[in-house]
């Protein structure tokens, strides 16, 4: 980086997306996370990650013949299997941090493994092992016997060119998984502090004994029913009828309708209501005047004239003056994202209007816990980019620190810094490319 930064910068992504993306497709590798120069894998078989490291090695070699040895780019890689804990498209634990010691021991262009990984592969793959010994690692309070990977003679350890291979598929996510942690760092110099974690093989898939158990039926014995639950009615049983709710009046009986009042004695007539009909005694007329009679001679004042606007005024206007216009109008309708990621997948997103116009706008990204769009892609952010209107009905694009970047026309935007774009322009998000257009 010191000699040629922007040279070296593209021959690691040449590296990143022709050689070592393939290869981790090829053999079922994640990757988790990155971090400067070093990549987190991971595994679900221990035999898949250590050939994924040797093929790595040799892919990286290979591109650095006929090249000056400054220009040389080599791999650490350190192997180990272990529980991690699960958090998301994350991992953590102490397996992960061991990995990335033993990563650490490694010279450049080497892979070394913890113990439980050459117990796990030995036999199952044609390659040797150097025994290094008990080491001391940092954070690691007991030693760490490590060894390094040896190429060995079998066919069929053939390392296969590395060719683009279509992603991975996630690994379904759970609180804890046995894993292969392998750090890798892609520098020949000082070694990667963030490990690089290859899925561990802890369990080979087991063979099912072709003998049957003790007890067991044989093959073509018909296996018994298991015993109802429940002992079988009788054929002619007829379940008795339900009680019914209430119980059924005579057939005679009609129900007694209450008045509403007593009826009083015989003979007895209620007064009149004032509320229906006139009043049995009329009321006197109030002889009290409303207001206090005027004094004599009393002559009240000329009534004003009424009032007509000016000549040219409009014929009404609010006390604050004419109306303001708006600063700028809503933008109408929803943003389309049409294309496809780095493998041809398609990709076609939509932008809600209504959550453009939000404070917070419309977040892109991997999680959908932190954001309102989201696509599983590993060249894609947790929180990638933000979304957003403005005035006139332009669009807004925000990059959010993301790793692998947002451009738009080829032009990569600066963190945190709202670009406008377009009808029609072309939008870099990560490895995903989309045309952007009104829905």
């Not at 699960?86 to 650490?104: S, W």
């Not at 007895?268 to 006139?278: K, N, Q, R």
């Not at 933008?331 to 496809?340: I, P, S």
Request: aromatic share 6%.
């Amino acid at each position: 980086m010191e000699g040629a930064e922007t040279r070296t910068f593209r021959e690691l992504k040449t590296l990143f997306d022709g050689v070592w993306l393939p290869a981790l497709g090829r053999h079922g590798g994640r990757l988790v996370n990155t971090a400067g120069d070093a990549m987190l894998v991971e595994f679900g078989s221990a035999v898949a990650a250590v050939r994924c490291a040797m093929e790595l090695q040799v892919a990286t070699a290979e591109r650095n013949t006929n090249r000056p040895p400054e220009r040389h780019v080599t791999l650490r890689i350190g192997l180990n299997i272990g529980e991690v804990i699960v958090d998301g498209e994350n991992i953590f634990g102490d397996e992960v941090n061991l990995a990335a010691r033993i990563q650490a021991l490694a010279e450049p262009g080497t892979v070394v493994v913890s113990t439980r990984v050459r117990e796990s592969v030995e036999g199952k793959v044609a390659f040797g092992f150097d025994d290094l010994g008990d080491r001391s690692v940092k954070n690691i309070s007991r030693p760490v016997r490590v060894h390094r990977v040896v190429p060995g003679a079998g066919p069929e350890e053939t390392i296969l060119p590395v060719r683009a291979a279509p992603a991975p598929s996630p690994r379904p996510a759970g609180p804890q998984s046995p894993t292969v942690s392998a750090p890798v760092s892609r520098s020949g110099g000082r070694p990667a502090s963030t490990p690089v974690i290859l899925p561990p093989d802890a369990l080979e898939p087991l063979i099912p004994d072709e003998r049957p158990l003790a007890g067991e039926p044989q093959q073509g014995a018909r296996i018994p029913s298991p015993p109802p639950l429940f002992d079988a009615p009788p054929s002619a049983y007829t379940p008795p009828a339900p009680p019914p709710l209430f119980d059924t009046p005579p057939s005679a009986y009609t129900p007694a309708s209450p008045p509403l009042f007593d009826a009083g004695p015989p003979g007895y007539t209620p007064p009149p209501s004032p509320l229906f009909g006139p009043s049995p005694v009329p009321a006197a007329p109030s002889t009290s005047p409303l207001f206090d009679p005027l004094p004599a001679g009393y002559t009240p004042p000329p009534a004003s004239p009424a009032y007509s606007p000016p000549a040219g005024a409009p014929a009404w206007m609010p006390a604050g003056g004419p109306l303001q216009q708006p600063v700028h109008a809503p933008a109408t309708g929803d943003w389309r994202l049409v294309g496809a990621d780095r493998v041809g997948t398609p990709v076609d997103m939509r932008l809600d209007a209504a959550r453009l116009e939000q404070p917070d706008g419309v977040v892109f990204g991997r999680l959908p816990r932190y954001c309102h769009l989201t696509i599983e892609n590993d060249s894609i952010s947790r929180r990638h980019a933000r979304f957003k209107a403005v005035a006139g009905g332009m669009l807004t694009v925000e990059d959010l620190g993301s790793t692998n970047g947002t451009a738009v026309d080829s032009q990569k935007i600066e963190p945190y810094r709202p670009v406008p774009i377009r009808d029609g322009s072309r939008l870099s998000l990560g490895e995903i490319k989309v045309v952007v257009s009104r829905a």
